[in-house]
């Protein structure tokens, strides 16, 4: 403050849209009669007033000075001038919460629906149920293609928005369309994004070759080198790397998503295996650098359900005994299979086996992105949505559907799982 006091700002944050809910606005676009378009707010959170409760003055850049702080000489008439803020300038730490509560108002104006298991994602029935998925100033709408004109109409009345097109590139991943087969899919494009990641590695241990590898994880005897715990060459600099890895893997391939979370558990004490580690998997990313994942929508929307695989390695790491959570989710139907969801994620317990293990991460695909995925695509088809599970180990599929196991009954302490409540919801 102005007597040097710390500046206290309002408890807000914005609630940014997921990747999960982008993919099933998509999918959702990709049905009979309907479309996806997409639009960008024109300099988004200076359409906001910055309604803070601390009044906020800066300073402004001697170029955009107005002409009566200049005398008639052109010089200064004054030494460090201060304007009061009055929109949400970038960088100030309310910014974009106020931005994003106008923003919702307006489209609660127009009639939105809010998705509450989703952030920033709407629906809006009095526009022949569109979605609406927002990434703070970009937009994309799906839905009956009848609609989209009238919608984009009236929000250009509320919001200054531009470049109104087709779905193309969005989070920061393009959207190619495909022919395989004899019928066309939506590619999950990121090649362009692979390659600037492939030479960011380069650019830092100059590397001249990549040797052919058929997975991103190396082998189990090469595991074991001599100098394990002496520091890697790239301790510095692993996490620029892993960063555009994990961005990649998130967004358009889930195939180096488990060894690169792996990885990142290593920053801090990184190692020269560690570095032949993230070698492999540039190894791997280098040569299936044109890879795109793809899906595609061919049934009504009546015989569309979710579709949930889940799977378990069992004590895989050789450093611990943890083990690892599994999952796939996918819109799927007769002739329709449609990436939305991927996840992988180390367990906080260690589990006594196989079907231990299996269960935790049945749980955990379940909690975290199944129930959730129900309501939102309950909210999109107006009805309420099957969800299919897939479990390859049978002794976890009888437990959790009886909801009792005398060999598992510590579950609720270690793993805080209700076998119960497991089965209830199956």
């Known amino acids: 403050t102005e007597k040097g006091n710390l500046a206290l700002y309002q408890t807000m944050s914005a609630s ?236 358009a391939r889930p195939d180096v998503l488990r060894a690169t979370t792996w990885l990142a558990t290593k920053v801090q004490k990184w190692s020269r295996s560690c570095d032949a580690h993230l070698h492999r998997v540039m190894c791997y990313l280098y040569h299936s650098q044109e890879n795109m994942l793809t899906g595609w929508i061919n049934d009504p929307p009546e015989e569309l359900f979710v579709e949930m695989f889940v799977d378990a390695d069992f004590c895989g790491d050789d450093e611990d005994c943890y083990s690892t959570s599994g999952g796939w989710i996918q819109l799927s139907g007769p002739s329709t299979q449609f990436p939305l969801a991927w996840l992988s994620k180390k367990q906080s317990t260690v589990a006594r086996s196989t079907t231990e293990a299996e269960t935790v991460a049945l749980s955990y695909v379940l909690y975290e992105e199944g129930l959730s995925m129900l309501e939102l695509w309950k909210q999109l088809l107006q009805r309420d949505v099957r969800l299919r599970f897939r479990e390859d180990n049978e002794a976890t599929a009888k437990i959790v559907l009886a909801g009792y196991s005398k060999r598992l009954r510590h579950l609720r302490r270690t793993q805080k799982i209700y076998l119960a409540s497991l089965s209830e919801q199956l």
């Open 16 to 251: 940014l849209a997921s990747i999960t809910a982008a993919n099933a606005i998509i999918s959702y676009g990709l049905m009979k009669g309907h479309k996806i378009t997409s639009a960008d707010a024109v300099k988004a959170y200076l359409q906001s007033l910055l309604n803070s409760l601390a009044e906020t003055w800066v300073r402004l850049p001697r170029e955009v000075w107005p002409e009566s702080w200049f005398d008639e000489h052109g010089r200064p008439r004054y030494k460090r001038p201060v304007i009061r803020l009055l929109r949400s300038l970038y960088g100030h730490p309310e910014a974009g919460a106020h931005w994003e509560r106008k923003l919702e108002q307006e489209l609660l104006d127009m009639g939105a629906v809010r998705v509450p298991e989703y952030p920033s994602t709407y629906t809006f029935p009095s526009y022949g149920h569109l979605a609406l998925v927002v990434y703070v100033d970009d937009f994309l709408l799906s839905g009956d293609s009848d609609f989209h004109d009238a919608f984009w109409s009236e929000l250009s009345k509320r919001i200054m928005i531009e470049d109104i097109g087709d779905l193309g590139r969005f989070l920061g991943r393009h959207h190619t369309t495909v022919s395989h087969e004899g019928h066309e899919q939506l590619a999950f494009d990121m090649r362009a994004y692979a390659r600037d990641t492939i030479q960011d590695y380069v650019n830092i241990t100059n590397t001249k070759t990549f040797k052919k590898a058929h997975t991103p994880f190396l082998a189990k005897v090469a595991e074991h080198l001599d100098d394990d715990e002496a520091t890697g060459e790239l301790a510095s600099s692993a996490s620029s790397v892993l960063m555009k890895l994990m961005w990649i893997s998130r967004l």
